[in-house]
């Protein structure tokens, strides 16, 4: 675990500062270090929101923990859940750059109902996801209620990134997934 490289945990580690969380332990992983079923869930360069809807066979929607922006940018920390259930798929952490996004999707953004991948997917608007780092968190408090889970553990995800056709950057993402059998508290 090092915290020397704190590129692989952007934009997590700015909401931890920002709130005067410590940030939880964290290794960079190969992606074949990976176990399934979160391998598959998070080795691929697709968006999460399509991915985790068709391995739970259900829509998504946020939950909102906390966030800020700035003029031409929003920050957000949130959890992914179910549609009808509320079960928790992923705890995240985004940077958007709203400036590079048109009416009305923008405003569809700031609503904080659908995940940025469900609302790139509708919108029509062309992108690529790129991850561009795997990681095992140690989940501390604050993330294992955020899953609504019963106790620490080691979680895996990843840093991506989002691009819109020209190559300019849209997000800037990371991705945490629940155990693959989640103890709800």
Not at 74 to 81: A, D, G, I
Not at 117 to 146: H, K, Q, V
Not at 164 to 183: H, R
């Amino acid at each position: 675990m090092s915290h020397s490289n704190l590129q692989f945990v952007r934009p997590l580690d700015e909401f931890f500062l920002r709130q005067g969380r410590p940030l939880p332990r964290y290794t960079v992983l190969n992606p074949e270090q990976l176990p399934e079923p979160d391998q598959s869930l998070l080795v691929h360069e697709r968006d999460m929101t399509r991915t985790l809807e068709q391995f739970h066979s259900g829509r998504i929607h946020l939950r909102v923990l906390s966030r800020h922006q700035t003029e031409d940018a929003y920050w957000r920390e949130s959890v992914l859940e179910l549609d009808g259930t509320n079960q928790a798929v992923e705890f995240g952490a985004i940077k958007i750059y709203l400036d590079r996004f048109p009416e009305p999707w923008r405003q569809h953004i700031l609503e904080e109902r659908r995940p940025l991948g469900g609302i790139l997917n509708e919108s029509g608007i062309a992108y690529s996801s790129r991850p561009t780092a795997y990681l095992r968190f140690m989940a501390d408090e604050f993330i294992c209620e955020a899953l609504h889970l019963t106790a620490p553990g080691f979680l895996h995800g990843r840093q991506n990134t989002l691009r819109n056709a020209e190559g300019a950057v849209l997000a800037e993402i990371i991705e945490i997934l629940p155990p693959p059998t989640v103890q709800r508290a």
